[in-house]
């Protein structure tokens, strides 16, 4: 950047995937502009194919990558520690820093957001899907928060129903229901895996970020009530 040259802001977007949670060494990266679906996405419909068969991530690090050309969107599969040093490196000040998790992924998330806080940089979003052993606790740093889970009295593989801000003057936070998502999955953990290709997830996430990046595109859809109860 030229000396005296404001920096205008980017979306910065960090998807991270659930299941084990490799160290740094074992991380690994995928680049959304690099995947060839990412040149003939044509409308929701493909949209939610790509949140089907691979996740609803997928779904969002593509379409902040088209409609925003000078976005970065990675997906991760890494530990805190790994997300927060990612962060770090990509971020400058006046960027927008969204970060999604679904299950283990969710926790990192979690820990990567209050690291991020001790580094005093700012989230503008991060979103939880069935956070597995996630902080409860919402660090001030973050704008707005998203918890999506699956209501059920017993479940094998519980992410956190509930998220409470560490300031609920700095932090909006909307805990929101989803019974019986929708995906590919059958069997133990299904709702728990599930719930990263359901669109009543994935549509109000992209909808937030579009709104909020300050530029919204228009959209291939009409937002979508997330279908749940907001607590």
């Not at 991270?16 to 990266?29: D, L, N």
Request: proline fraction near 9%; charge should be negative; aromatic fraction near 10%.
């Amino acid at each position: 950047m030229e000396k005296g040259v404001a920096h205008r802001g980017r979306i910065v977007y960090i998807g991270v995937y659930g299941g084990q949670v490799p160290t740094w060494e074992g991380a690994r990266y995928f680049i959304p502009k690099d995947w060839p679906p990412y040149q003939k996405l044509s409308g929701e419909e493909d949209l939610g194919r790509v949140a089907y068969h691979d996740s609803l991530m997928h779904v969002l690090a593509l379409e902040i990558a088209r409609r925003f050309p000078d976005s970065i969107t990675l997906m991760i599969k890494g530990d805190s520690d790994v997300v927060a040093e990612v962060a770090r490196y990509l971020y400058a000040p006046g960027d927008k820093l969204y970060l999604v998790g679904h299950s283990q992924g969710g926790a990192v998330v979690a820990d990567a957001a209050v690291a991020l806080r001790d580094a005093g940089i700012p989230i503008q979003m991060i979103a939880e899907m069935e956070g597995f052993l996630a902080y409860r606790i919402v660090p001030r740093n973050v704008v707005r928060a998203f918890n999506f889970y699956v209501p059920t009295t017993f479940a094998i593989c519980p992410g956190r129903d509930k998220l409470e801000a560490e300031d609920p003057a700095a932090t909006r936070i909307d805990n929101i229901a989803v019974p019986d998502p929708w995906g590919p999955f059958n069997g133990p953990c299904a709702q728990h895996r599930n719930i990263d290709s359901d669109p009543r997830v994935w549509k109000p996430v992209l909808q937030y970020i579009f709104e909020s990046a300050g530029r919204p595109p228009d959209s291939p859809f009409q937002p979508a009530n997330a279908g749940g109860s907001a607590r």
